[in-house]
């Protein structure tokens, strides 16, 4: 099967009546947010006969937002009600997950969550309850970072920096090791 990238109406397009999938308030915000500022970067997927199989919350905001026109995956047959229920369901559902390592080591947090993460999401929630005390725990949390330097001169550039950071802090402090 072929699919081709096209311009459609949106006013000619509607909904898959067996659809599932559902957006909340805050979820919806972030979709609009995403939409203001990168357009449409990623095409609908619908039937020949216009309707959306994938795309619903995308189709739905763009025309609140007052599109006329919309980007579309049409396939090069129609789709039988069997291939259109499963495609719908591994467009929403098929989505991979999130690799929370590289989220909390490669990212700034506070981007995650202004892009749309919440911090229970990237388990940042128990950490700030912790710290704040409004947790189950109302013990101290240590936390800790690790920097790694490939030669020695790098390490004491960043040593005086690092001690004005931490000077910054009360309680925290840092330790060199050498290997």
Known sequence: MKWTLETRKINELHDYEKNARKIHKDDAAQLRESLDRFGQ??????NTDGTIIGGHQRTRTLRKMGHKTIDVYVPS???EAKEVEELNIRLNRNTGGWDYDILGNAWDPSDLVQWGFTPNELHLQDVIDKMSGTGDDPKPVKCSMTITFTDIDHLQEA????????????GAYYKIKAN
């Open 77 to 79: 047959v129609t789709l």
């Open 41 to 46: 970067c990623e095409p609908v997927v619908i």
């Open 159 to 170: 040593e005086d920096r690092i001690s004005t950071i931490v000077d910054e802090y009360s």
